[in-house]
C-alpha cells in the first residue's frame, strides 16, 4: 500500500508540470480574440498571457483524483490567492486589467462559497470576501496562513476588485482532455489521418520553447511565432512535401565508427580510403535518413512504393554516371581503381548530391545522401570501380 502512495505522490506533481504546459498550448490556441498575445510561464503565475488591452493569469492545479474537492478552506484556493495577492501588494500586477483564472481538475464543493467564482456564475463581491474572511477568522490552517496573510495584506478596494476578477474553472480538463481540445482548435489545419502526427509535432516545439522560457533564454512566446510554427509543420503535411523532424546534424563521435565497422557502407567508403570526418558524416546521413523513412512508413506519410519508387530513382542516377566511371577503367591498378572511386564519391555524393527528392518541396539534402548509403548498405551501389566483387 505504502508503495502506492509513494508511487501517486510522485506521479501528480510532475504531471502537474506536463499539464501546464499542455494547457499553456491550448490556452495560447484558443485565444484567437487577443491582438498579439504572448504567454509566460511561472512568471507571474503559472501561466500568464498578455496582449494589449489585458492581462490573464492562470494558476493550473491538476488531481488525479477524480474525487478530489475544492472546498472554503482548499490549499489549492488559498496558495492561488497568495500568489495573487502578494503581485497586486507588490505592484507587480494591476488589479483593474487583469483576469484572474484558477483551473482545476477538482470539483467546487456544494454550499461553498467558491461556487459564485466559477466562470458562469453571477457574483457579489461583498459576500464573497465576508465569507473568505470568516473562512480566515475560523481557520486554523497553517498551510494556509501565509494565504490568509497575504489576502489580509491587500486593502478593502484591493480585496474587491481581485474578487471581481476571480474565475475559477473546476472539473477542468485533463491531461488526455487537453490534448484533445488541442485537436479541436486544429482540426481544420490538415487531413484527419494526418492530424495526430501534426499535433505531435507542434507539441514537441512547443515544449522545447517552454524549455527555453522556463531557462530564461527566452522571455516569452508570442502568438505570431506559434502561428508561423503550425503554418510551417502543415506546409510540410501537404502532397508534395513532408515533415523534417532531423533537420539538425546529430553528434557522431569517434566510436560510432567502431560500431559501424560491420555496415557494409562503411566498408565500402573504407575501400575507397575515405578517413575519419568523411566516416562520421556518412554515419549522420545514414542515421538521419533510415529513421526519418522509418517514421514517415509508421507514420503513413508515405507508402512503400513511394519509398520503393525513390530509391529507383536514386539507383538510375548512380547507374548511368558509375558506368560511365568504370568503363573507363579497364587495365588500372588496385591503386588507381581507389583513387577513381574516391573521386567519384567525392564528386558526386559529397562535393554536389544528386538532384533527386522524395518529394517536390522536401529540401534536405541529408536524405538523399543518407538513401544513397542505405543503398550502398545493401550492396545496391559503390563507390569502388569494383565494388560487386570486394563486398
Given at each position: 500500500?505504502?508503495?502506492?502512495?509513494?508511487?501517486?505522490?510522485?506521479?501528480?506533481?510532475?504531471?502537474?508540470?506536463?499539464?501546464?504546459?499542455?494547457?499553456?498550448?491550448?490556452?495560447?490556441?484558443?485565444?484567437?480574440?487577443?491582438?498579439?498575445?504572448?504567454?509566460?510561464?511561472?512568471?507571474?503565475?503559472?501561466?500568464?498571457?498578455?496582449?494589449?488591452?489585458?492581462?490573464?493569469?492562470?494558476?493550473?492545479?491538476?488531481?488525479?483524483?477524480?474525487?478530489?474537492?475544492?472546498?472554503?478552506?482548499?490549499?489549492?484556493?488559498?496558495?492561488?490567492?497568495?500568489?495573487?495577492?502578494e503581485?497586486?501588494?507588490?505592484?507587480?500586477?494591476?488589479?483593474?486589467?487583469?483576469?484572474?483564472?484558477?483551473v482545476t481538475?477538482?470539483?467546487?464543493?456544494?454550499?461553498?462559497?467558491?461556487?459564485?467564482?466559477?466562470?458562469?456564475?453571477?457574483?457579489?463581491?461583498?459576500?464573497?470576501?465576508?465569507?473568505?474572511?470568516?473562512?480566515?477568522?475560523?481557520?486554523?490552517?497553517?498551510?494556509?496562513?501565509?494565504g490568509?496573510?497575504?489576502?489580509?495584506?491587500?486593502?478593502?478596494?484591493?480585496?474587491?476588485?481581485?474578487?471581481?476578477?476571480?474565475?475559477?474553472?473546476d472539473?477542468?480538463?485533463?491531461?488526455?482532455?487537453?490534448?484533445?481540445?488541442?485537436?479541436?482548435?486544429?482540426?481544420?489545419?490538415?487531413?484527419?489521418?494526418k492530424?495526430?502526427?501534426?499535433?505531435?509535432?507542434?507539441?514537441?516545439?512547443?515544449?522545447?520553447?517552454?524549455?527555453?522560457?522556463?531557462?530564461?533564454?527566452?522571455?516569452?512566446?508570442?502568438?505570431?511565432?506559434?502561428?508561423?510554427?503550425?503554418?510551417?509543420?502543415?506546409?510540410?503535411?501537404?502532397?508534395?512535401?513532408?515533415?523534417?523532424?532531423?533537420?539538425d546534424p546529430?553528434?557522431?563521435?569517434?566510436?560510432?565508427?567502431?560500431?559501424?565497422?560491420?555496415?557494409?557502407?562503411?566498408?565500402?567508403?573504407?575501400?575507397?580510403?575515405?578517413?575519419?570526418?568523411?566516416?562520421?558524416?556518412?554515419?549522420?546521413?545514414?542515421?538521419?535518413?533510415?529513421?526519418?523513412?522509418?517514421?514517415?512508413?509508421?507514420?503513413?506519410?508515405?507508402?512503400?512504393?513511394?519509398?520503393?519508387?525513390?530509391?529507383?530513382?536514386?539507383?538510375?542516377?548512380?547507374?548511368?554516371?558509375?558506368?560511365?566511371?568504370?568503363?573507363?577503367?579497364?587495365?588500372?591498378?588496385?591503386?588507381?581503381?581507389?583513387?577513381?572511386?574516391?573521386?567519384?564519391?567525392?564528386?558526386?555524393?559529397?562535393?554536389?548530391?544528386?538532384?533527386?527528392?522524395?518529394?517536390?518541396?522536401?529540401?534536405?539534402?541529408y536524405?538523399?545522401?543518407?538513401?544513397?548509403?542505405?543503398?550502398?548498405d545493401?550492396?545496391?551501389?559503390g563507390?569502388?570501380?569494383n565494388?560487386?566483387?570486394?563486398?
Open positions: 500500500m505504502s508503495r502506492g502512495l509513494t508511487d501517486f505522490s510522485a506521479q501528480e506533481p510532475s504531471l502537474g508540470y506536463y499539464y501546464q504546459l499542455r494547457f499553456s498550448l491550448y490556452l495560447l490556441l484558443s485565444n484567437r480574440e487577443k491582438i498579439n498575445p504572448i504567454i509566460r510561464i511561472e512568471n507571474l503565475d503559472d501561466v500568464e498571457i498578455v496582449d494589449i488591452n489585458s492581462v490573464n493569469l492562470y494558476q493550473t492545479k491538476l488531481h488525479i483524483n477524480s474525487i478530489a474537492n475544492l472546498s472554503n478552506l482548499s490549499s489549492d484556493f488559498w496558495k492561488t490567492i497568495r500568489v495573487w495577492s503581485n497586486i501588494a507588490n505592484g507587480l500586477v494591476d488589479v483593474d486589467n487583469t483576469i484572474f483564472t484558477l481538475t477538482a470539483k467546487i464543493s456544494e454550499e461553498s462559497f467558491l461556487e459564485n467564482l466559477r466562470s458562469d456564475g453571477e457574483r457579489n463581491s461583498n459576500t464573497i470576501r465576508d465569507a473568505m474572511l470568516e473562512a480566515i477568522s475560523q481557520s486554523t490552517s497553517q498551510t494556509n496562513a501565509k490568509y496573510a497575504a489576502f489580509l495584506a491587500l486593502t478593502s478596494d484591493q480585496q474587491t476588485k481581485l474578487i471581481n476578477n476571480i474565475y475559477i474553472i472539473s477542468a480538463i485533463s491531461i488526455e482532455t487537453a490534448l484533445e481540445s488541442i485537436k479541436l482548435e486544429l482540426k481544420y489545419a490538415t487531413v484527419p489521418q492530424l495526430d502526427s501534426m499535433i505531435e509535432r507542434i507539441e514537441g516545439w512547443w515544449f522545447q520553447k517552454c524549455i527555453h522560457l522556463l531557462t530564461n533564454n527566452i522571455d516569452h512566446i508570442a502568438g505570431k511565432e506559434l502561428q508561423l510554427k503550425i503554418d510551417d509543420i502543415r506546409d510540410s503535411f501537404q502532397s508534395d512535401n513532408l515533415p523534417d523532424d532531423f533537420s546529430l553528434s557522431i563521435e569517434e566510436e560510432a565508427i567502431e560500431n559501424y565497422e560491420h555496415r557494409v557502407f562503411i566498408k565500402q567508403l573504407k575501400a575507397i580510403a575515405i578517413k575519419s570526418n568523411q566516416l562520421k558524416n556518412a554515419i549522420n546521413d545514414f542515421r538521419r535518413a533510415y529513421e526519418q523513412r522509418s517514421r514517415w512508413i509508421r507514420e503513413e506519410l508515405i507508402n512503400p512504393s513511394e519509398e520503393d519508387l525513390y530509391e529507383s530513382r536514386l539507383y538510375d542516377h548512380w547507374n548511368n554516371i558509375f558506368s560511365a566511371m568504370k568503363d573507363d577503367c579497364d587495365g588500372f591498378t588496385e591503386e588507381q581503381l581507389v583513387s577513381i572511386g574516391k573521386d567519384f564519391y567525392r564528386k558526386y555524393y559529397v562535393d554536389s548530391v544528386p538532384s533527386i527528392k522524395i518529394r517536390e518541396k522536401f529540401q534536405s539534402e536524405m538523399t545522401r543518407g538513401s544513397c548509403q542505405i543503398l550502398a545493401r550492396k545496391k551501389i563507390w569502388h570501380p565494388f560487386d566483387e570486394i563486398c
